[in-house]
């Protein structure tokens, strides 16, 4: 079993708390319980003094010394799952996911997902938290992610993705005619009735979230964009688009009938009637290396679909 120390200092803020209440704070990548495991197997020093009681409190500014110890997260298998590695070294790996692939294994989906293919491809990764995956792409959507292959990783990964100083962009093909760029700063949560979908929630239980778009090009009765997400909210470019009443194309959870433009070719007609998930690729991702602290930019193509959707689009405006 793998062991790695990891060392904090008690914020002042923290004074007169639990030490295990404490851990759980400035170790988040941790659950309580196993936590509570490491301090009743001596896994935890105050001071350099192994303590075994996790009620004791603290007054802030004493070093706490975690031993982790390593072991299954989970009882997901490892499956031979087709992976299109953008990057790897041995801290980050950078997958460029195709759409259809679910990232994690959930009700309904329990196996065959990135999760699954990342164990198989580095049986050390059972050993982080959530196999190292630190944010998600929707099943439809495709495009970069970054995955934790070292629990530093993980832990300056969830850091910067916090801090908002991960870059994420996207492009997509939205319905209607933008006049412009903009913003959307509306909050997000469970929709009311329909608790597998998210929805704009204003009444205080809706988490802040940011979504920033400009256009690229506009056609008849669509609209080519680019969006910049400052926030990381489950569906966030998908219900903030669709509130402002520009849709995602092919997006069939909230963006309603499909509007056919007057006049459209028979390519495009069927081109549009055939796109079966929204129109959503995560184009650009920039972060701080978690060990070497370098600026790091990679970019992805847009898929085969994407790309006849928007050439479908650009004859299609041709006629005019």
Same mark, same amino acid.
């Given at each position: 079993?793998? +062991?790695?120390?990891?060392?904090?200092?008690?914020?002042?803020?923290?004074? =007169?708390?639990?030490?295990?209440?404490? !851990?759980?704070?400035?170790f988040p990548d941790f659950s309580r319980s196993r936590i509570q495991r490491w301090i009743k197997d001596g896994q935890v020093s105050v001071n350099g003094v192994p303590e075994t009681?996790?009620?004791?409190?603290? *007054?802030?500014?004493?070093e706490l010394t975690l031993n982790a110890q390593m072991e299954a997260e989970g009882e997901w298998k490892p499956e031979p799952i087709e992976l299109k590695i953008v990057y790897e070294d041995?801290? !980050?790996?950078?997958?460029?996911?195709?759409?259809?692939?679910?990232?994690?294994?959930?009700?309904?989906?329990?196996?065959? +997902?990135l999760l699954n293919g990342l164990l198989h491809h580095e049986s050390k990764l059972i050993e982080i938290p959530r196999a190292g995956i630190v944010h998600r792409l929707d099943k439809g959507t495709?495009?970069?992610?970054?995955?934790?292959?070292s629990l530093k990783a993980q832990t300056s990964l969830v850091e910067q993705l916090q801090e908002r100083t991960v870059k994420r962009e996207y492009e997509a093909v939205v319905m209607?005619?933008?006049?412009? =760029?903009?913003? @959307?700063d509306e909050p997000l949560g469970r929709h009311p009735v329909d608790r597998k979908r998210m929805a704009v929630v204003r009444n205080g239980s809706g988490k802040h979230a *940011? %979504?920033?778009?400009?256009?690229?090009?506009?056609?008849?009765?669509? +609209?080519? *964009?680019?969006?910049?997400?400052?926030?990381?909210?489950?569906?966030q470019i998908r219900v903030h688009m669709a509130?402002?009443?520009?849709? !995602? @194309?092919?997006? %069939?959870?909230y963006s309603g009938r499909l509007q056919l433009p007057k006049g459209a070719s028979?390519?495009?007609? %069927?081109?549009?009637?055939?796109?079966?998930?929204?129109?959503?690729?995560?184009?650009?991702?920039? !972060?701080?290396?978690? *060990? +070497?602290?370098?600026?790091?930019?990679?970019?992805?193509?847009?898929?085969e679909d994407m790309r006849e959707l928007l050439t479908a689009l650009d004859q299609d405006a041709s006629q005019d």
């Open positions: 079993m793998a +062991t790695e120390q990891f060392t904090e200092i008690v914020p002042p803020e923290y004074s =007169g708390q639990r030490m295990d209440q404490i !851990l759980a704070a400035v009681k996790a009620r004791i409190k603290l *007054v802030g500014g004493e041995d801290d !980050l790996l950078v997958i460029d996911k195709p759409v259809g692939l679910v990232v994690h294994p959930a009700a309904g989906n329990p196996d065959g +997902t495709s495009g970069l992610m970054v995955v934790a292959k209607g005619v933008l006049t412009g =760029g903009g913003s @959307v *940011v %979504t920033h778009y400009r256009v690229i090009k506009r056609y008849r009765s669509y +609209t080519h *964009v680019r969006v910049q997400l400052e926030t990381g909210r489950t569906h509130h402002i009443r520009h849709p !995602l @194309v092919g997006d %069939t959870v028979e390519d495009l007609i %069927t081109i549009l009637r055939s796109y079966r998930h929204q129109a959503l690729h995560a184009v650009q991702l920039g !972060l701080i290396h978690p *060990v +070497t602290g370098e600026d790091m930019l990679w970019q992805s193509e847009l898929p």
